[in-house]
């Protein structure tokens, strides 16, 4: 069963970037899709983007293209979520999920909190 | 992008009732690739049903998901203490993704 372990909290300034990264281990990762899913304080889950890493291309929700950079590195079974130009509201939790193909997102790593103050 | 609309937003039922939660799609969902979550405070969406109907992993039969096309229905029968969360439908078919507002099941 694979088990995807996010990176540590961030607290940014306006106007930077963060790169959150995503790890998979037990089980397969390169055929599977990865997806990034954020989570603002009190509301609800909102699809970023996700990327198969096989294929390497990302498909992202058009609200984030242009802002957000997902990639993925095989070699360490790893994937990376980069925002740029960060807002404060892109204060949230930033989980990441793996797809099979067709079964749902399961799992989802542990999240990662963002903020993002001045 | 497939708008989804999840009814009602608050649901308040007593543990041992049957819960009924709504979700319908602006289109049609491909493949009825539509899942069910349930995410508690401070924790982790939890997947609980796939393609519509199908069970996930380890979840009690007492969840149960129906539907296809733009309308889909999550049945918790018999409410347990745990069940008590916020449902979160969700279409996987096409990009881009998207997901319901959510329903939350209260205790009345």
């Known amino acids: 069963q694979v088990q995807l372990v996010q990176s540590g909290a961030e607290v940014k300034k306006p106007g930077s970037s963060v790169k959150v990264s995503c790890k998979a281990s037990?089980?397969?990762?390169?055929?599977?899709?990865v997806h990034w899913v954020r989570q603002a304080p009190g509301q609800g889950l909102e699809w970023m983007g996700g990327i198969i890493p096989i294929f390497g291309t990302p498909t992202y929700s058009q609200k984030f293209q242009g802002r957000v950079t997902i990639t993925a590195d095989e070699s360490t079974n790893t994937a990376y979520m980069e925002v740029v130009s960060l807002r404060s509201e892109d204060t949230a939790v930033y989980y990441c999920?793996?797809?099979?193909?067709?079964?749902?997102?399961?799992?989802w790593g542990q999240g990662t909190l963002v903020t993002v103050s001045s | 992008e497939i708008v989804l609309t999840q009814s009602p937003g608050t649901l308040s039922l007593s543990p041992g009732e049957r819960a009924t939660l709504s979700c319908r799609a602006s289109q049609s969902v491909s493949s009825n690739f539509l899942a069910w979550y349930q995410q508690k405070p401070g924790q982790v969406p939890r997947l609980l049903i796939y393609?519509?109907?199908r069970r996930a992993t380890s979840i009690p039969d007492r969840f149960s998901g129906s539907g296809s096309g733009t309308d889909f229905t999550l049945t918790i029968n018999r409410l347990e203490p745990e069940d008590f969360a916020v449902y979160y439908c969700h279409q996987y078919g096409r990009a881009p993704f998207t997901f319901g507002p959510g329903t939350k099941v209260e205790i009345k």
């Open positions: 037990g089980g397969p990762f390169s055929n599977v899709g």
């Open positions: 393609v519509a109907s």
């Open positions: 999920a793996t797809d099979p193909g067709g079964f749902g997102f399961d799992p």
